[in-house]
């Protein structure tokens, strides 16, 4: 295995000279770092307390200063960004993990007196410089802000400046030296920014910083014969740990730079692809707990039992989402199942309670279906704050999948709990909407299912990717038979699917809008959940396809967007949005915020859960390994952990008509099932066997036969083809009718014509 510093080596994002790569690093509390490659404080730089603090750096080797633009090439690790300029030397910038500190490494082939000019941002106004022993104190006029600044060689000159209506520091070793670290610590006592600046210094806190997270990188892996798709799935999981954050309690942020805020159905869609495959489970249990402080708790409420839609302070808390409070329990039982922790388990049965029977009281129709304005789905975008751009009320298929899987999982809880009463009424109200999604959801002629059924008991048919929700969601219990899946599947892939995301409506829709910011035609929002290809949807989609057989599409889709985190916006993360058809010259546009945790975090959970087939389910003693293997991969080698410190092992390779696997499981005490499951060559093969900690099993197959160890046979059950599907064409035959009549959508919405 690679040492961390090889490690985070070969996650390298390598820009040549002059180009302007988008970067960021979160520091885990409050905190980010915006910035550009090749570019000198081009981004928006380090945010703290709400605002731009500091902004970029400039290097200095003997009396020469090298700005970003001179360098010969830039490198973004998970660490640190680099600089190389002429001559050999480097400089790098860190934003340290939960330190509020920046630390500035220049460093140079041969001894010189080396520094940095440390640019501030021009908000924080005038600065006051003042030595304090080895350290030198910054304080600004305009921000309450203090920043201690610490050398690892001493300066021998320190003096202000300013480049363009920004303050600069600018930090000079005394003698000559091959490198120097700067370390800036900030906080709103000048004491404490000394005293951690000093401290930052004195530990090594660079160091410490990049084993940090290569340490957090190294909980789980996942490697193949591809190397870009495993460097995307890496820096997918390390980017979307970026944005779990401590400002309004343990969250995950959506997304940067405008929806800074804890938002439930965001979070708790994140939660599995950034904390859950990562093995982060102490912080995702603090940010389930989170939430559930949060919870409504008034009886005379309208939103009684729900978890917040928003969190962005105390006192600015907004409960407007049908889905958040059924994905957060989605999201307990899955992190139950994850680390078995009963405990945790009967502590929050009494909110889990709460929010079912609340939104049995407030929400749920006589058939049992969970009702909901509008635009209380994720596809929440209104008018001027009034009317829905994309209604979906009253009952949306999604929501029902959701509602359905969280009775379900209420059921058991209330058994861990000792609650049978409880756990055999929410049986029953599974049951029944189970027996009536079909039903009502479902035409028999058209053999599609419907995106909801309004208020007067009418099918809604648009063409919408909400439909692959009804598949990816359930864990306990599916709502739809395979056959039906398959057509769900078929019919979506079949209008939606580009090869670089999934539309939000069919272009044969006449809502469709091709082109999210086209202000001349419309307002941007009538395009956001109309036809604009959202990153998130993309992890459903996989999963919908992984489950109907048709892993070679995901595979591309998955390899498309491999391209799209190592090459295009923010490198290492995800935008919010893809403009649905390509502009001129087939170019395509990112839109919305140019990181977002579920489309980073659900890329992360595809290749762990879907690809990679891993499923713990420690509440039932068992650990269900069912991997999707795209046919290029010849190997996979990953570690899924799971428990107190456990973890899978698994090493897959393939060549020459043989497949093997080795699968080991360590750390956790006691034995545990593996239920296995496998598609090779159009044959499904699959066992259930106790799996002992250390103990390696090994099962090969080869000329269609397969062998679990030496002795034990394990036939394959022969399964029929599939028709493989392929990628909707990107083209437009005719203009849409948002392009033909301005304002179209809007018209026609509040016209009531829809």
Excluded at 15 to 29: S, T, V
Excluded at 101 to 124: E, M, N, T, Y
Excluded at 156 to 165: A, C, E, K, Q
Aim: hydrophobic letters at 40%.
């Amino acid at each position: 295995m690679k040492t961390h510093p090889d490690w985070l080596k070969s996650m390298a994002l390598r820009l040549p000279a002059g180009e302007a790569g988008r970067f960021f690093y979160g520091d885990n509390l409050e905190g980010y770092f915006e910035g550009f490659t090749g570019q000198t404080a081009r981004g928006s730089g380090y945010w703290l307390d709400g605002r731009p603090v500091f902004r970029d750096l400039a290097a200095r080797f003997g009396s020469t200063v090298r700005m970003r633009e001179e360098a010969r090439r830039a490198e973004i690790l998970p660490h640190a960004v680099r600089h190389v300029h002429r001559g050999g030397g480097v400089d790098e910038l860190s934003i340290l993990h939960r330190r509020r500190a920046v630390a500035v490494h220049v460093q140079a082939p041969k001894p010189v007196r080396l520094g940095a000019d440390l640019i501030f941002d021009s908000g924080v106004g005038d600065i006051r410089l003042e030595p304090r022993g080895s350290e030198w104190l910054v304080s600004f006029a305009g921000c309450p802000l203090k920043a201690g600044i610490s050398a690892t060689s001493a300066p021998g000159s320190v003096r202000l400046s300013t480049r363009d209506r920004a303050p600069v520091v600018s930090v000079t070793s005394r003698r000559a030296v091959r490198g120097i670290t700067l370390y800036l610590a900030f906080d709103r006592s000048a004491a404490r920014a000394l005293a951690r600046c000093r401290e930052l210094r004195d530990t090594n806190a660079r160091a410490a910083h990049a084993e940090e997270i290569a340490d957090r990188l190294g909980r789980s892996r996942i490697r193949t014969d591809d190397p870009d798709y495993d460097r995307a799935v890496a820096w997918a999981k390390l980017t979307s740990y970026f944005l779990v954050t401590e400002e309004f309690g343990k969250g995950i942020w959506a997304g940067l730079p405008w929806f800074k805020n804890n938002w439930g159905r965001d979070t708790f869609i994140a939660l599995p692809g950034t904390l859950l495959v990562s093995g982060l489970f102490d912080e995702a249990r603090e940010v389930i707990r989170g939430f559930l402080r949060y919870q409504d708790t008034d009886p005379a409420s309208p939103t009684y039992g729900r978890v917040p839609n928003r969190v962005s302070s105390a006192t600015d808390i907004i409960y407007n989402t049908a889905d958040g409070t059924p994905w957060l329990i989605r999201e307990l039982y899955e992190y139950l199942q994850y680390t078995g922790e009963v405990a945790l388990a009967r502590e929050t049965y009494p909110q889990v309670r709460l929010a079912l029977e609340g939104a049995i009281q407030k929400a749920v129709d006589a058939e049992g279906f969970l009702t909901h304005d509008d635009a209380d789905t994720w596809m929440d975008a209104r008018i001027e704050g009034n009317l829905p751009w994309s209604p979906r009320g009253n009952r949306a298929n999604d929501i029902q999948a959701l509602w359905h899987h969280a009775l379900l999982a209420g059921e058991r809880l209330a058994g861990l709990a000792g609650d049978p009463e409880s756990a055999r009424r929410w049986r029953g109200l599974a049951d029944g909407v189970r027996a009536r999604f079909v039903r009502r959801f479902w035409n028999a002629r058209t053999r599609r299912l419907a995106d909801r059924i309004e208020a007067d008991n009418r099918r809604d048919e648009k063409v919408r990717p909400n439909q692959l929700m009804v598949i990816s969601i359930p864990m306990i219990e599916p709502l739809l038979d395979e056959a039906r899946a398959a057509r769900v599947v078929e019919n979506a892939v079949g209008e939606l699917l580009f090869p670089y995301g999934i539309a939000s409506l069919s272009p044969r829709d006449p809502w469709f809008h091709p082109f999210h910011h086209n202000d001349e035609w419309h307002h941007f929002d009538a395009a956001y959940h109309n036809g604009t290809v959202w990153g998130w949807n993309a992890g459903f989609t996989v999963t919908a396809l992984c489950r109907v057989r048709q892993t070679e599409l995901a595979a591309r889709l998955a390899r498309n967007l491999t391209r799209q985190i190592l090459d295009l916006g923010c490198r290492g993360s995800m935008s919010e949005l893809i403009e649905a058809m390509p502009r001129r010259r087939g170019k395509r546009l990112l839109s919305g915020t140019w990181a977002q945790a579920w489309s980073t975090s659900e890329f992360a959970r595809n290749a762990h859960q879907d690809f990679g087939g891993f499923h713990p389910r420690l509440l039932d003693g068992a650990l269900c390994l069912e991997p999707h293997l795209p046919r290029r991969w010849s190997r996979l080698e990953a570690r899924y952990p799971f428990g107190d410190g456990a973890a899978l092992l698994v090493n897959f390779r393939r060549e020459k008509g043989r497949s093997s696997f080795r699968i080991r499981q360590e750390g956790h005490p006691g034995p545990l099932d593996l239920r296995f499951a496998v598609e090779l060559n159009n044959r499904r093969f699959s066992f259930t066997v106790p799996l002992e900690s250390g103990r390696p099993l090994v099962f090969v197959v080869e000329k269609g036969r397969g062998r679990l160890g030496k002795r034990t046979d394990i036939p394959g059950e022969r399964l029929p083809g599939v028709k493989a599907l392929r990628f909707v064409r990107p083209v437009m035959d005719r203009k849409p009718p948002c392009l033909r009549e301005k304002n179209y959508l809007q018209k026609r919405i509040e016209s009531r014509v829809h």
